[in-house]
């Protein structure tokens, strides 16, 4: 029997402990460095600095959703994830094509290479780990 007090299915156990902190060291790197930069330097390169909030903003909410739990942050966080990982192959194939377009990197700028390739690697172990953890969670 279900009850509306039941606490969600935990996400952040194992594998998933490790994802909520890397993503929180990313939210932290994310957003101080692009609040800095926007408040700084915006006419400098205003497209890598708003990529790199909007990716601070990402990081956070699937943060939060890990630690959330439940099956609805379980798709919440497969969907944003999916979304990252475009984001962080768009934005890299872009500033390899036309490095015009940012005069300044993005978090996600050369797939993450100023973050050791973290931005492309956290994506793709959350996809795996959210899709392995369909099967353990429940609504």
Partial sequence: MTTAEEKPAR????????LVWFYGVMVVGAVSRSA????????????AYSLSAVAGLVYGFITY??????ETARRAALFCCAAELAGVLIVGTWTLVDRSA???????????????????LLPLSALYWLRKARNTVTP
């Fill in 65 to 70: 959703t890990l630690v959330r739990g439940g």
């Fill in 102 to 120: 940012f005069p300044d990197a993005t978090v996600w700028s050369d797939y993450g290479m100023g973050y050791v390739f973290i931005p492309v």
């Fill in 36 to 47: 800095y930069q926007i408040a700084t330097e915006l006419d400098r390169a205003p497209l």
């Fill in 11 to 18: 996400l952040i156990s194992g594998p998933g402990l490790l």
